[in-house]
């Protein structure tokens, strides 16, 4: 049964930083590619970033361009986000997913519960 797991959101101040950690479980880590999301209260889930499985191909919403950073860990099965220079607008709920198709924008495969960022000001 395949599984993501998120962790690492919590509450920072503007300008702080924060880790997200996704593992994967599943066997499947492999041969998918990883992205994170996010949904603000009111709006639509939105994607944030995202990155391919072999050679790590990187996506980012122009938003987060420069401040976040995408990365993946094949031996840990896991995805992670760092997040520098937060704003208030990056508060959110970021979901960690997984798709083995190559369009960003198109349904994922498999999601995780979501963690919980807030950012004050």
């Known amino acids: 049964q395949v599984q993501l797991v998120e962790s690492g959101g919590g509450l920072v101040q503007a300008g702080g930083s924060l880790r997200l950690s996704c593992v994967v479980s599943?066997?499947?880590?492999?041969?998918?590619?990883m992205a994170w999301h996010r949904q603000a209260p009111g709006k639509q889930r939105e994607l944030v970033a995202g990155?391919?499985?072999?050679?790590?191909?990187?996506k980012y919403a122009d938003s987060v361009k420069g401040r976040f950073t995408i990365s993946r860990d094949n031996a840990k099965n896991s995805v992670y986000l760092q997040m520098n220079s937060l704003k208030p607008e990056d508060t959110a709920v970021y979901y960690c997913?997984?798709?083995?198709?190559?369009?960003?924008?198109?349904?994922?495969?498999?999601w995780g519960q979501g963690t919980q960022v807030t950012v004050s000001s």
């Open positions: 997913a997984a798709k083995y198709g190559a369009n960003w924008y198109t349904q994922y495969n498999y």
């Open positions: 599943g066997n499947i880590f492999s041969v998918v590619n």
């Open positions: 990155i391919t499985n072999g050679v790590g191909i990187t």
